[in-house]
């Protein structure tokens, strides 16, 4: 091995084994209860009285960013973390410009500019949230989310609880597991949505992606499962147990291929290309009429989908009514008698393409599908983009049937859980140690040098 290259193998051997500054336990504790206070935004008493104003408190991880700088400033973190933003910003940029021009060119689909503003500052709260915890704590900031939300989700219980009695409340969660989600009373005021889906997401991670090697990581990884289980199983969302199973099946497969990346991204190109035939289900009724044949309760979905029917055509020209669109129409038709509840509209896919037109749904699809996945695989390793793509196919199961593309917790595990993964390529990266070259070494290199890149015999 030449000089030049044993010099630069020492370079990287210093990057990827650089020992890493601690985050001190105070900024540590700070941004955790950050973190469980703005989660517990999501009960339903705090929920109602303030919205989604409590999640804004998430913003408290930049403070504690800012500490931490100052104690232990670490300017390769730093710039890794800030490296994410950019790619990450390209969905804000989509939905504010898509947005925009919809308003811009027709001014009287501009009512939702409000509520609009404020999902878009939600959705970059999440960014936010994710960089700066993974700047605070790289590849541990999974490990503290998901603890924080074990606190959350344990908080809402205990502050339910005394609504119906320690009894009947412990009744109604064991009535809930054995009957696989059938309760009421208690277990029915734990039914939170979006913090029930991230759960689903850190299960797939402690099932499939977790570290195992030593005794501390395994039993960190048994208690991550069974807890995820736990609050998924309490959260009512029975749709979340098969869409895991099925994604760890998928993992096990893929891992089994010779190559996996190329697997990856035809995955992606395939939920791409699903997302336009699942709008076509539904537009035309053959998805409602299936699932009918089949004895399946639609609890009201049928109508929710057909109803906005007038309101777009599946048209490659079709515009979009603007961020937020929809939540107009679904107040128009409560107004008018049609639903008894302003419901939302239980189709992200639907919602989306109605919302940001043909053009915006392809961007929005395109981005999630198609360019994170190859970010995560080119920028990082294929493992980084398998994790990645086994959140988004579990979370494209719920966009089927829900409103989980924009759930504040649900997008902020979608991106930070494969970006604090992506750290521990630093921790276990093993390149080769610089040392100095041998006197032959030496001498071969010399010996290249004024031959002028002949090589010739050095003995």
Request: glycine fraction near 8%; proline fraction near 3%; charge should be positive.
């Amino acid at each position: 091995m030449t000089n030049n290259k044993l010099l630069q193998n020492g370079t990287n051997g210093e990057r990827l084994q650089r020992s890493r500054k601690e985050c001190p336990v105070f900024i540590v504790f700070l941004a955790v209860t950050c973190t469980v206070l703005a989660g517990l935004g999501d009960w339903k008493v705090l929920n109602d009285a303030f919205g989604a104003l409590p999640k804004a408190i998430a913003l408290g991880t930049i403070v504690c960013a800012f500490l931490n700088f100052l104690v232990a400033a670490d300017f390769v973190n730093l710039k890794k973390a800030m490296g994410y933003f950019p790619i990450l910003l390209v969905l804000i940029a989509v939905y504010s410009l898509v947005s925009m021009y919809i308003w811009i060119t027709d001014f009287s689909k501009a009512a939702s500019i409000g509520r609009a503003g404020q999902k878009i500052l939600f959705q970059t709260i999440t960014i936010i949230y994710a960089v700066f915890m993974c700047y605070l704590l790289e590849d541990r900031a999974i490990n503290y989310l998901f603890f924080s939300m074990c606190a959350t989700n344990t908080a809402i219980m205990l502050l339910e609880m005394p609504k119906y009695g320690f009894a009947a409340s412990v009744s109604s969660v064991v009535t809930c597991i054995v009957t696989f989600g059938e309760a009421e009373g208690f277990v029915r005021a734990l039914e939170i949505h979006d913090i029930t889906f991230l759960f689903g997401q850190f299960c797939i991670y402690y099932l499939m992606f977790a570290p195992k090697t030593t005794t501390s990581e395994k039993r960190l990884r048994r208690w991550g499962v069974i807890l995820s289980l736990f609050f998924m199983l309490v959260g009512l969302k029975r749709s979340t147990l098969p869409a895991v199973l099925l994604v760890c099946v998928y993992i096990k497969l893929l891992r089994m291929t010779r190559k996996p990346g190329k697997l990856i991204l035809a995955t992606g190109i395939g939920l791409f290309l699903f997302s336009y035939l699942y709008l076509y289900l539904t537009r035309s009724g053959i998805l409602v009429a299936f699932l009918e044949s089949l004895g399946i309760d639609m609890m009201g979905r049928d109508v929710l989908w057909s109803l906005p029917n007038k309101y777009y055509t599946l048209s490659p020209f079709w515009k979009g009514l603007g961020f937020e669109g929809v939540t107009d129409l679904v107040n128009t038709w409560y107004k008018e008698g049609l639903i008894n509840r302003a419901y939302p509209l239980h189709n992200d896919f639907l919602k989306i393409f109605i919302e940001l037109g043909a053009v915006g749904f392809t961007l929005w699809a395109g981005i999630n599908y198609i360019l994170y996945p190859a970010y995560w695989m080119m920028r990082y390793d294929t493992e980084t983009g398998m994790l990645y793509m086994a959140i988004l196919a579990y979370m494209t199961v719920t966009y089927l049937t829900d409103n989980t593309a924009f759930y504040f917790w649900s997008c902020i595990g979608l991106r930070l859980i494969p970006m604090s993964y992506s750290y521990r390529i630093s921790k276990t990266g093993n390149p080769k140690q610089w040392k100095a070259p041998t006197p032959k070494e030496s001498a071969d290199e010399i010996w290249l040098i004024e031959m002028g890149g002949k090589v010739g015999n050095a003995e």
